[in-house]
Structures are given as structure tokens and as C-alpha cells.
């Protein structure tokens, strides 16, 4: 039998040695049972466990060496992956702090601001908000209500009405001092669009300032550790140098400038910047996801229920298959998820460590990032819920973890962005020089350069490809079968789409019909795309292995995580074509079968994850 630590030296990817000093850390230290605690006690220790936090690396590791960081934007990121192990509540709040106030200041903000803020938001001696999302508008940050009017040196935040509130702000309610506050900045009655200023909230000895009016949102279904609050702003006035002034400013004589002319393009040029958070999350929801799948198959391995016939002998609930169907597939994906969360963490890592960013690369981060938060925080909510429902009565003690996980990770589908808007931004990410060409054309003008671009490129590519290949019918583990399903699958469904706002372009139709009647093809096309990428993820991580044991058992899961794709889709590969009924059946048996060959090495492959074992039930 293998032993887990081979598997961990795969996983561990490309900061081993960082993940292993975080998970001995965890170890060392003992979690809190928080079920017990109200929420101003649960407030109270993680306020506390944050301060401890700061004074280890996590706080240091995203930010330039120049202030006191250590300079390692993926290691940042790894490190919040890792602290998903453990109380949720925690990383949020350390996300929170360190990744969106922090991030946003490094990120929009310029030396000034990070000789400034940065040594304070790294130490704790500033704790901070990150003051975007609005009661009226959360998605459509582009549209936001709250004004930044500037007026003889200063800019002047109002909150001009409730639905204009920033709500759900972590940090807000008990301990942020100062907001990164997102608003239409305005000068002489013309609004440039959405920056971000510094604004403090509270004065050193925790009363609100002047004009700052602050609620907190109450008990939630999850994250009672976190403190998150309401912020009204009534004609509070901050400093002109207050605003993260990296995309726009004003200068002495009270003239607005920016690097980036058109509004649209610096409004999604700045939000492009703030990607660390997005990523974070899906790596967190991966890691509590393996914290599930850890514990619902040593629960299966260990309870015994029912005999065999003629024996004494009760058999392990993973020996049943219907209970490896259960389990093994979503584990299967979730190895894959961690692969494709270790790319894309080396993507922002090289991505965002030069000074200036390519714009192409930033791009397909930003659309990645999209893509994988979506499909790990689903994919987070469903098997948390299917380990639950695998424990049976165990599962739902409190005591047992999944309760809290599935608590805790179930608002992680809707943070960081809403998982529909972001498959919707995956599919717009695949059309070339997306913002550039259509920041500033009309719905309906973009709708017709969609169809032209896509079609174009799309048609392009399938071209090259006549017929899918044929494989005998004991292929069904063939890599090249496997990919040129997913491959074709996700062209299919790109170049139908196009199709689809092609005819419609070419008519009268209402802008906002035209996109909407598609709605569903979208996002059907964003969720084939990051199958795809999953996939080859999965794959460059296979090859990568040099242990050639381990190799061959993650071949095994790399087939079982592919072949349970194509059979949860398989309606769309008869539908088109792609498969026969007859294969269909045999995906499904092969699936089963791997389910039986994988059994063994169920615990391993658990075990693997290497969480530390007080935070398992």
C-alpha cells in the first residue's frame, strides 16, 4: 500500500515547504468548540487568533519586501488555502484583512499609501474593511450608488440612500478602524466611475467618526466569527490623498487624470487587480471540501452495518458500492480542483510579481479565477452535503465538523462574486481582447462583434478537427478519448452559441433580449471551458510525478474523475452524437469499476490531504 506522505509530496505542488511549516503550525495549536459560543465570544477568539496570525508569516507573505512583506503573492494565497483546514471563520477574517483591505491598498494604491498603510494592516495595529458590495447593487459593482465629491482638497462620501449602504462588510461591525470604500468619484459634476479611497471608520478608541453611521447584520447561517456589518456614509470628509490613486487622480489645481482614458476600461483594469480574493476562496473551499471528504471516509471505512449472508461478519459501509458512489467521484474531482487551484495560484503568481501586468495574461487570470471559484465552491456545497448525508446521524452533530463546514462554505457560492455572474464572465474572458474591443460599445453592437470574433475563431479550430477519434470500445481509459471529449464538447458548445447571437444580432431584437435568451448557453459555455482546464490541469499533474507508484494511482482517479464527467453529462454527448447509447452504458460501468479499484486506496488518498488530525471529527 502506498503511503500518504508520496501522495502529499504531489499535492503540495509548488510550495511544499510553505504548506508544510502552515500545517505544522496548525497542528500545534487546538481548535476552539465554537458551537458553544455566542456570537460576541466567537467574535472575541477570532479576533484574538487573527492577532496571533499577525505575528506570524501569514500576514507578511503577499506584500513587498520594500514594507516589511516577503513578497510571495502565491504563498499569500497557499496560506489561506492551508487555514481552511481549520476554523473558516478565521480565514475569512485573515482574508478580510490581509487579502481585500490590505490587497486593494497594494494593489490600487501607490507608494504613498503603502509606506502609509502597509506596515500597520500587516501588524494589526490597523484592522480594516473592504467596503464594495452595496444593498443594491452587489454584482453590478460598475453601477454603485456611493459618491466621492471632491471639493478643495478633500473628497466628500455620501451614502445617498439605503439601497446606496454598503452591507454583508467584514470586519465592519466590531473591529475595522478604516474602509477601503468603493464610490462614483466626481469632480465638477462629472462622474469618473468606481475608485477606492481609504476612509476611516472608527477613532482609536472604537466610537464611529463623524458622519459614519455603523450596524451590525446580525447571527448568520455560518461565519459567526466574523464581524460583518453596515456602513452609511453622511458628508464625511477624507484628505485627497486618500484615494488609491494607481488608475486616477487629481492634481493640485483640481483636474482629474488617469492613465487608462476610457471609464470602462479602468473600472474593469482596477477590478482586475483585486483577483487574490476570488482565488482564495476557491482554494479554501477546496480545503474544506478534502476537511468533508476526509472525515465521511474514515466514517465509512471504520462503521460497519449488515452482514454478508451466512457470515457474522458486518460489512464497512465503503465496501457498498452505492456508498463508493457516493464519495470516491467527488473525491476524484477534488484532486483534480486542487491541481487546477495549484495552476492557477502560479498564474497569479507570475502574473501579478511584475510590475506592470500583460493585459492578455491578466485576462485569462481573471477569467480562470472565475471559473474555478465557481465550479470549487458548487462542487464544495454538494459534496459537503453528500458527506454529511453519509455519516447519517453522526454526520449532523456539531461535534462532527460537517454541520459547520456545510454552515460555513455554503455563502462561498455568492461571495467574491456570485458563481452564475462568474461563468457568465468565463465565457466573455474566451472571446479575444474582450474588454479592450467592447468596453465602450452598445449591447447590441457587442453582441454582433461577439458572434463575428467567436465565430471566426471558433469555426477556426474545428475545422482542424473532421470527425472526433474512434476508439475501440475498451478505450474508455484512453487519455486522448477522454480529452478529445472534453476538447470537443467545450468547441461544440462555443461555436452553437455564436450561432445563437449571430441570428439574433442580425435581427431587431432588444439588446437585452438578444443576451438574455442565451443566458443558459453561457453559462453552459463558461462550465465546458473550466471543465476543460480542470482537466488538463489534472493531467500536467499526472505526468509531473516522478514516483511512478503514485503515478499509476493518480491515473486511476485522473480516469475516474474524467469518465464521472462525462457521465454526469452524458444527455449532451448522446444528444450531439459523441458517444452511442451502448458506450454510454459502458462509461457508466467503467465508472463503477474504478469505484472498486480505488476502494483500497481510499483512506491514502485522504490521508494524503495531510489535515492535521485534531480538525477532523
Known sequence: MIEPARVTEVLDGRWPSLRRELRERLADSKPADTARLDVDAYRALVSDQLRELAAARHARLGFDRAHGGEGDIGGSVVSFQVLGYGDLSLMVKAGVQWGLFGGAIQMLGTERHHARYLPDVMSLDLPGCFAMTESGHGSDVQHLRTTARYDNGEFIVDTPDDDARKDYIGNAARDGRAAVVFAQLIVDDRSYGVHAFVVPIRDADGRPMPGVRIEDCGPKAGLNGVDNGRLWFDG?????????????????????????????????????????????????????????????????????????????????????????????????KSYALHFAQDELVHMLHEVHSTPEPDPIAQRQLESRAAGIKAVATWHATNTIQTAREACGGAGYLAANVLPGLKADTDVFTTFEGDNTVLLQLVAKGLLTDYRDNFADLSPLATARLVAEQLMGTVLERIAARNVIARFDDDDLRSRAWQRSLFEDREQHVLSGLAGRLRAAASSDADPFDVFND????????????????????????????????????????????????????????????????????????????????????????????????????
Open 518 to 617: 442565451v443566458q443558459d448557453h453561457v453559462l453552459l459555455a463558461g462550465r465546458t471551458h473550466i471543465d476543460r482546464l480542470v482537466f488538463d490541469a489534472f493531467d500536467a499533474a499526472v505526468e509531473r510525478c516522478a514516483d511512478e507508484e503514485v503515478k499509476a494511482l493518480l491515473g486511476q482517479v485522473f480516469d475516474l474523475y474524467a469518465l464521472a464527467t462525462i457521465e454526469a453529462d452524458r444527455a449532451w454527448f448522446l444528444e450531439h452524437g459523441r458517444i452511442t447509447s451502448a458506450r454510454a452504458k459502458k462509461v457508466i460501468a467503467e465508472v463503477n469499476a474504478l469505484c472498486k479499484e480505488l476502494r483500497p486506496h481510499a483512506v491514502t488518498l485522504v490521508d494524503a490531504f495531510a489535515i492535521p488530525r485534531q480538525y477532523l471529527a
Open 236 to 332: 464625511v470628509r477624507v484628505p485627497k490623498e486618500n484615494l488609491l490613486n494607481r488608475y486616477g487622480d487629481i492634481t493640485d489645481e483640481g483636474t482629474y487624470t488617469s492613465p487608462i482614458e476610457s471609464d470602462s476600461r479602468r473600472f474593469f483594469t482596477m477590478l482586475g487587480t483585486l483577483v487574490r480574493g476570488r482565488i482564495s476562496v476557491a482554494g479554501a473551499a477546496g480545503s474544506a471540501t478534502q476537511r468533508a471528504l476526509t472525515i465521511a471516509v474514515h466514517r465509512a471505512e471504520t462503521r460497519r452495518q449488515f452482514r454478508r449472508p451466512d457470515s457474522d461478519a458486518e460489512i464497512p459501509l465503503l465496501d457498498y458500492l452505492a456508498h463508493q458512489r457516493k464519495l470516491l467521484p467527488a473525491l476524484a
